[in-house]
């Protein structure tokens, strides 16, 4: 069954250290997204990718953020001179549309 | 302002008894909807979604969930819960105008013996 892949699962970086969380959609999806989950809160929004650009970004997603699809297959998520509060598990999703979105088993960030 | 509401943060219940987790919903349309579950430590799993049709769907493990467009509300059940379905419950919703999910904050579900 296809599914979406996350990598690392865990990544220790120090404050102000860039960080690049790395996800391989399903290959036919259209549409991509990033959410965050800080431990113990809800699950939130940070932008959601189609036809190779952002389409929607919420306000978490400031300038310290930006999204790549580099090669039709990774989706990456950058965050720039992390913050104690950047650290949380990162999911990423794919879908088709009209169909639910199919989440990978997350990367969590630590920022020491 | 549009939103998913899980009124219960967290529930406990006793294995073998029924378990119904709430979502309310406020948009001006029907939205798609969705039951998203998270075990600890691992990623969200979907557990049922409506889209249109019967407003009664079925799901994995047992679950299944009501549309109720007048109260706006999209409510999980099972009807005898087992240890393993311990973990947290999420509601979702997109638009059918737009591709955004919105979560809910989650469910916590604790199952005692």
């Known amino acids: 069954e296809p599914e979406v892949t996350q990598t690392p699962s865990h990544q220790v970086t120090q404050m102000g250290q860039e960080v690049i969380l790395r996800c391989v959609p399903i290959?036919?999806?259209?549409?991509f997204y990033w959410y965050r989950q800080i431990l113990g809160q809800k699950v939130e929004f940070l932008v959601s990718?189609?036809?190779?650009?952002?389409?929607?970004k919420s306000e978490i997603f400031d300038d310290q953020f930006s999204v790549e699809r580099p090669d039709g297959s990774n989706f990456t998520l950058k965050i720039r001179s992390t913050k104690l509060e950047d650290s949380a598990m990162y999911f990423c999703?794919?879908?088709?549309?009209?169909?639910?979105?199919?989440f990978g088993q997350g990367t969590r960030l630590t920022v020491v | 302002a549009q939103s998913v509401t899980q009124p219960d943060i967290h529930i406990t219940v006793s294995e073998g008894a029924s378990l119904e987790l709430r979502c309310n919903y406020s948009?001006?349309?029907?939205?798609?909807l969705f039951w998203y579950v998270q075990s600890p430590g691992q990623g969200l799993q979907l557990l049922l979604k409506y889209f249109s049709g019967d407003t009664l769907v079925q799901g994995i493990k047992g679950f299944e969930a009501e549309f109720k467009r007048g109260q706006s509300s999209f409510n999980l059940r099972k009807p005898s819960v087992h240890w393993s379905d311990a973990a947290e419950y999420f509601c979702a919703v997109v638009l059918n105008t737009g591709n955004q999910f919105y979560f809910g904050t989650g469910t916590s579900l604790t199952v005692i013996p």
């Open positions: 999703a794919s879908r088709w549309p009209d169909t639910e979105a199919f």
């Open positions: 948009y001006g349309a029907t939205p798609y």
């Open positions: 290959s036919n999806h259209l549409y």
């Open positions: 990718f189609y036809n190779n650009e952002i389409s929607e």
